[in-house]
Each structure stands twice: as C-alpha cells, then as structure tokens.
C-alpha cells in the first residue's frame, strides 16, 4: 500500500482546518466554561458565517461568574458554626436528635 503525499497533505490541512473553526469551543472546555455546551452549538451551526464563529469566539473568553456559594465574607467566618450548633441545639430540644448525636455533631463543627 503506497500513500500518495497529496492525501496525507490534504488529511493534514482538513484536520487544521477543523482545529481552527473549533477554537472557541476548545477555549470554552479548557477555561470550564459554564456555558460551553451553548458555544459549542453556536459554533458548530453558526460558525461557518464568520460572525457566529466571531461570536462564538468572545463568548468563550467572557468572563466566568464565580457561584454564589463560593467564599464566605470575612465578617461571617466565625458567625457560622454558632448559628449551626443553634439549630443543632433546637433539633435536640425538639426531640430529632439524640444526645449523643448531637455530641458528635457539635464536636464536628467545633473542629473545623
């Protein structure tokens, strides 16, 4: 079997080709993007008219909003366990948890 060097050229220029028109769905995977599925088929359908791919582009380098859930404020970070080991508390006074389970609760919370 020979292979001719035009069709491995073209095989080459084919795969860069595809590489290039996919750049903004690899930005997208690589930076975790939130909405990379959505740039993903923007690409794809899109891409093809210059500014869907354009588009496409910017979308993937956008800023990534942090969740909101994320780091707690610094005024809170001691706040927290002793509003935790108050409902605890109310969950033994009402009978949902044992005494020994909320022992262990409270010490889980008091360890962090």
């Known amino acids: 079997m020979v292979v001719e060097p035009e069709s ?3 095989f080459v220029t ?3 080709v595809v590489a290039l028109y996919f ?3 690899i930005v997208a995977a690589i930076r975790h993007h939130q909405n990379r599925v959505s740039i ?3 690409n794809l359908f899109l ?3 210059g500014l869907g791919w354009l ?3 910017i979308w993937s380098a956008s800023a990534i909003s942090k969740p909101a859930g994320g780091v707690a404020p610094a005024g809170r970070v001691g706040v927290e366990p002793y509003h935790e080991l108050e409902k ?3 969950l033994k006074e009402r009978g949902h948890i044992t ?3 909320f022992e262990a609760q409270k010490a889980k919370i008091l360890n962090r």
Request: aromatic letters at 4%; a negative charge; zero cysteines.
């Open 40 to 42: 993903m088929l923007l």
């Open 23 to 25: 750049i903004p769905t």
């Open 14 to 16: 084919l795969a860069l």
């Open 55 to 57: 588009g496409a582009l």
């Open 47 to 49: 891409g093809w008219t």
């Open 99 to 101: 005494e020994e389970e």
């Open 8 to 10: 491995t050229k073209a």
């Open 88 to 90: 605890l508390a109310a």
